[in-house]
């Protein structure tokens, strides 16, 4: 099936059966985001996969009680760097300089210029750019989740500042962006499940200079 017509088949469930997703299912969509291009290849974000009934339960009332927190089969996580440090960017190039097999000082010039360029703004804006990046590997996420036939829900409702404090993430220089709630639907007990899915018209959503 092509990619086209996975995503016609995806929609952001609203109920989940609370059946198990296979972990090689969920390593999958998680190499989707691994694998996402991202600003400078600095890939500026991780992802926290939970499983944990106990820890979901947690996470539910933060999410101001969405049922498909516990009722999934695991929640992806996706955070981003509260910051560019040096140390930071150092390091994403010295592992391309050693992957690729190429002198440490490979990219010294562009390396300077960009941390001058990120240490430049304000520590709410690298995190803004830090989110962005995260969302391209939330994207192909949601993308590999409907490849694989697994539903998927988005989720922003959340309070961002109690699940950091809940998964410590300060302690790791990080803060949520967004949650990914993956199982399966409940096809009995879901409003959507059935409803047309819909999006802009072509004709309104191209804009075309040509």
Known sequence: MSLLEDLKWRYATKKMNGTPVAQEKIDY???AARLAPTSSGL???????????????????????QSQIVDSSHILVFAAYDAYTKERVEATFAQQAEERGLPLNFADDYKNNLFAQLSALSQEQQFSHAARQAYI??????????EQKIDATPMEGFNNEQLDA?????????????????GY???????LVNMKKVRPLQEDFIIKFN
């Not at 590997?137 to 409907?146: R, S």
């Not at 220089?173 to 967004?178: I, N, Q």
């Not at 639907?185 to 409003?191: G, K, L, Q, S, Y």
Request: aromatic share 8%; glycine share 6%; net charge negative.
């Open 29 to 31: 969509i998680l190499e």
């Open 43 to 65: 890939h500026p974000f991780r992802v926290i996969e939970i499983s944990d009934p106990e820890w979901k339960a947690k996470i539910q009332p933060i999410a101001y009680g």
């Open 137 to 146: 590997g939330f994207g192909l996420a949601l993308a590999a989740a409907a």
């Open 166 to 182: 809940l998964l410590e993430l300060d302690k790791l220089g990080l803060k949520s962006v967004s949650i990914i709630a993956i």
């Open 185 to 191: 639907r409940d096809e009995a007990h879901d409003w």
